[in-house]
């Protein structure tokens, strides 16, 4: 038995997620072997990987070496977070390594609501999070988180910090504008405040950066498309028909300013009463994931309209931070591992240069 013979056998483990086997993942680490006792070390791309696949790459690695004639094998983990090419030096963004919008074609579905609790769930797994706000229509992150500290004063480059706030760097519109003042924003100005946003953040390295979009198709999303390489997006729809549609122009518009589509996650997908236990699909059912299928993007998850969540929002203590432990926290830590996992998928399946020239702006 020898390292070779370990790697071939390794080739006939798959990751379900990536659908393909972990040495052409280039998922596989060191391999060590000492006598008959073999460690092999699996490179995961996201400390978000869900623990469901890490059981059974476990036990399909341990199977695969056992079969090249181990007799003891052990499994270690390294994270390396799977990011898009570094960035040119003129690049307005330099620190994050993913860059993840959260969107829906309509008002009040969810799209903050969800990009705060993703943001703070994908930090709880382990990342390094940022999340910009850019609604500059309505923007609703420092309510949602509490109203953090604004940022300090520029540093000695003239750079902008993000507030810190439940561990997550944090910095939105609404830092810089009156919250009673009405404020109406022409194209070109949104393009200047946001190339600002964007270029005066010190972020520093961040794995993932959560951008909470407005609703529509507007210049918000167009500015940001032409600033910025975006390789993920989340589309937040509620069940019915009227947000479905909505839904379907947004992916139409993003897909025109080729920013890829992780997937779709169906907000306030029912009701079940905490007192009684009474079941209601309030805004009907089953929307999100009937378009996921037909449009062929995933399905990354459904979260029901809850009296919590809600509270969570309007208090400042978002439900992954305020019920840790809660059905709906864990839910939300579900879907930051599918969030996670897909916007990985690209990179790793790609070979490396194709990768670089398909993301490269
Ligand atoms: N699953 C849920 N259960 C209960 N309330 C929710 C849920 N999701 C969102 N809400 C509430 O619905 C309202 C709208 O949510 P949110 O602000 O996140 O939507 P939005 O799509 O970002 O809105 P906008 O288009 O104005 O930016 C908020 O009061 C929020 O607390
Ligand atoms: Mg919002």
């Known amino acids: 038995m020898d390292q070779a013979k370990i790697k071939e056998a390794l080739k006939s483990v ?3 997620t990536f659908e393909d086997n972990i040495v052409k993942l280039r998922m596989v680490g060191k391999i060590e072997v000492d006598g008959t006792s073999a460690l092999v070390t699996i490179k995961l791309p996201t400390p978000a990987y869900p623990s469901v696949s890490k059981q059974q790459l476990e036990s399909d690695v341990v199977a695969a070496v056992k079969g090249a004639g181990a007799s003891k094998v052990v499994v270690k983990y390294t994270i390396e977070v799977a990011h898009s090419p570094a960035p040119s030096d003129k690049a307005l963004l330099k620190g994050p390594k993913n860059v993840i919008a ?4 309509k008002g009040g579905v969810g799209k903050s609501t969800v990009a705060t609790n993703l943001a703070l769930a994908l930090a709880r797994h382990g990342a390094q999070v940022g ?9 609703s992150i420092p309510t949602m988180l509490g109203n953090p500290e604004q940022p300090a004063g520029p540093t000695d480059d003239k750079k902008i910090r993000p507030a810190i706030h439940y561990g997550i760097k944090v910095m939105s519109v609404g830092f810089f504008v009156d919250k009673q003042e009405a404020v109406v924003w022409r194209g070109p100005m949104v393009h200047r405040l946001l190339q600002q946003l964007l270029g005066d953040v010190e972020w520093g390295e961040l794995d993932y950066l959560i951008c909470d979009l407005p609703p ?3 210049d918000v999303q167009l500015s940001l498309s032409q600033l910025i390489p975006i390789n993920g997006s989340v589309m937040v729809t509620t069940p019915q028909e009227v947000s479905i549609i909505d839904v379907v122009k947004g992916i139409s ?18 009701y079940q009463c905490p007192a009684c236990g009474h079941h209601d699909e309030i805004f009907s059912r089953g929307g999100g994931k009937r378009l996921s299928q037909e449009i062929g993007v995933p399905f990354l998850g459904e979260i029901p309209i809850d009296t919590r969540i809600r509270y969570g929002a309007d208090s400042g203590a978002p439900i992954v931070i305020s019920s840790p432990d809660s059905v709906h926290s864990r839910m939300f830590m579900d879907i930051a591992s599918q969030v996670a996992m ?3 998928k690209p990179i790793v399946k ?5 990768t670089r020239l398909a993301v490269i702006k």
Do not use: C, Q, W
Not at 133 to 139: A, H, L
Not at 253 to 270: C, H, L, Q, R, S
Not at 350 to 354: L, Q, T, Y
């Open 102 to 105: 959260v969107a829906a074609g």
């Open 342 to 344: 897909h916007i990985a």
């Open 131 to 139: 999340i910009l706000d850019t609604d500059v229509f309505g923007p």
């Open 350 to 354: 790609a070979p490396k240069r194709s």
């Open 253 to 270: 518009m993003f897909e025109k300013v080729e920013i890829p589509i992780t997937g779709i996650v169906e907000n306030m997908a029912y």
């Open 14 to 16: 798959v990751e379900p």
């Open 216 to 218: 529509g198709t507007g």
